[in-house]
């Protein structure tokens, strides 16, 4: 099956990275999956901004799940959903998501460490807790992608690598699939996380961002685009629309 697990596990090659430009309905998978896509991917924000609803768990989970099945039902290609955090702190109820989100044919998601909508991140036992709970619930066959924000929520005091590289390594013993790194880009701090810690590595590409080359070079496994897509093209939509009012 051209969208199965093994299919979408087996793209995550350091150094021969997969690219994920990040998708948020039908219409924009049918889109990057005519450029060539191996796999789609989508991203909680652009999600949130085209459905109205805004990010961090606003979009309800039955949308979120509605989604990710008119996405397969539009596309023959591997899906891992963004799920944030799960909506939920609380373990059983994490994996009970997750196990829901699978259920819709998506093959992974990425789950995050942040406190969405609050401060900080989740003390490393009850991120680890969590992982732990969704993989007795969804098995082997799906792409559990922890994310940590470290880089995003904390100042670097000069150990913030150390700190990743710790989490990816809990993560990994947890029962991760891959390892979510959004804000690193130095190929140096890649090359210490491919290093040290057991999972693919996911970084971002952003505006600045070094080449793909450079970052493939160091060891990365998978890059997402993120919101910037929709950002652009909400702002191309704009301008176009302002020359036609004009």
Not at 5 to 17: I, S, Y
Not at 197 to 215: Q, T
Not at 237 to 244: G, K, W
């Amino acid at each position: 099956m051209a969208r199965d697990f093994a299919t979408f596990a087996a793209l995550h090659v350091p150094g021969d990275p997969i690219v994920l430009y990040n998708i948020w309905d039908p219409g924009s998978a049918l889109a990057v999956a005519a450029a060539g896509a191996k796999a789609l991917a989508t991203g909680s924000h652009p999600v949130g901004d085209a459905s109205g609803y805004g990010d961090a768990h606003k979009v309800p989970l039955p949308y979120v799940f509605d989604n990710a099945r008119r996405i397969l039902a539009a596309v023959d290609l591997p899906l891992s959903v963004d799920f944030e955090g799960a909506y939920a702190t609380d373990p059983g109820e994490a994996a009970a998501n997750v196990a829901a989100l699978k259920d819709t044919g998506a093959v992974g998601c990425n789950f995050e460490d942040q406190m969405v909508g609050g401060e900080g991140v989740h003390p490393v036992e009850a991120q680890v807790a969590r992982i732990r709970a969704i993989r007795t619930a969804v098995g082997d066959d799906f792409f559990l992608n922890a994310r940590t924000d470290l880089m995003i929520k904390e100042q670097d005091d000069g150990g913030l690598i150390e700190r990743v590289i710790a989490r990816g390594k809990a993560y990994a013993d947890a029962g991760a699939s891959g390892f979510f790194v959004p804000r690193i880009a130095d190929p140096k701090d890649i090359e210490r996380v491919v290093r040290e810690v057991p999972l693919p590595l996911n970084a971002i590409a952003f505006p600045g961002a070094p080449d793909k080359r450079v970052w493939a070079e160091a060891g990365v496994a998978r890059i997402s685009h993120g919101p910037f897509p929709h950002k652009a093209l909400m702002a191309q939509l704009t301008e176009m629309a302002r020359e036609a009012i004009a």
